[in-house]
């Protein structure tokens, strides 16, 4: 019973985090400029315009709690072997905008302007200009190097994504809103606690520092980087794992005439559900283990 009252809450929580992160968001779009020195512009908006302090902080807050709670609700269904109930399309509404959610994060990132958040910029815009053929042309979707560098970004964070995301949850999330106490009160707390938890410090472009850091979500991939070429790394492994991932639901749907065959497609299906769950817990434990050595 307490388990599946924790599996109703977190869309529910998750839906709470996503109003404040759009009203605040909202809030802010208007008073950043993605152009000159953006740096100087994020400070600005911090200390001098009236509550602009409050609004990062909640945004910033909220943003991540939102993107949270949308991966526990994701293991949670996993972990629960849900997908064998779902079609393909209902799945991959789950799973794709997680993975939408990630991206705005990451390019949110990146906005701030500081040395961590333009570095991370870079990375990512050399890792896709690393893929053979169409790379300098893919990475000119995403970024663009020079005074435009934050421009594009700032349209998919602002403009795109979230209208995107939104657009695919659509149906998933109309029973969350029913719920009106346990969406207010978490709208309450999740508040509460964007004004009391800190946020990172910005570090301006010019600091000298030996290490920088990515997002907490992209500190394995910032290891792996290290020792693998970054196609592999940044695009083919994490590729892989979500087609596999997106291929779940027709482990339910497999029903071989033949008993021989169908035990070993229940089989398969078993290996890859425990295979995917071994690379979530290995890939979180290398963000951790990042996290706690500071790279």
């Known amino acids: 019973m ?9 869309p529910r929580f998750g839906m709470s985090a996503l109003v404040i992160c759009l ?8 008073q950043y400029q993605p152009a000159g020195n953006v740096f100087q512009n994020v400070e600005e908006i911090t200390t001098l315009i009236p509550f602009g302090w409050l609004f990062r902080k909640v945004h910033y807050a909220s ?5 949270i709670f949308m991966l526990l609700h994701t293991v949670d269904h996993f972990l629960r072997k849900r997908y064998r109930n779902y079609s393909l399309n209902i799945w991959a509404l789950l799973v794709v905008p997680l993975c939408l959610c990630f991206f705005e994060l990451f390019t949110g990132f990146i906005l701030k302007g500081d040395k961590e958040g333009i570095f991370a910029g870079q990375i990512f815009m050399h890792i896709i200009r690393e893929v053979p053929l169409i790379g300098l042309s893919l990475s000119r979707l ?20 979230p209208a995107l ?39 301006p472009p010019e600091a000298d ?62 290996v890859l559900h425990y295979f995917l769950m071994a690379v979530f817990f290995l890939y979180a434990l290398l963000c951790l283990k990042a996290a706690i050595q500071g790279i």
């Open 209 to 270: 520092i030996q290490a920088i850091h990515s997002p907490w979500f992209f500190l394995g991939i910032q290891t792996l980087l290290k020792t693998l070429n970054p196609v592999l790394a940044g695009i083919v492994l994490p590729g892989i794992f979500l087609l596999c991932l997106l291929f779940l639901p027709f482990c339910g749907k497999m029903r071989p005439s033949n008993k021989r065959v169908q035990r070993l497609s229940a089989k398969g299906c078993l």
């Open 142 to 161: 995403f970024i663009v190097p020079g005074k435009d560098f934050f421009l594009l970004p700032y349209i998919y964070h602002c403009f795109f994504l």
């Open 165 to 203: 995301i939104l657009y695919l949850i659509r149906q998933h999330i109309r029973p969350w809103f029913q719920d009106r106490k346990t969406f207010l009160g978490g709208i309450l707390i999740f508040l509460a606690y964007a004004v009391i938890v800190p946020q990172p410090m910005d570090i």
């Open 63 to 67: 943003g991540q709690l939102f993107v």
């Open 23 to 30: 009203a605040s968001g909202i809030a802010l779009v208007f």
């Open 2 to 10: 307490k388990i599946l009252m924790i599996s109703q809450l977190l």
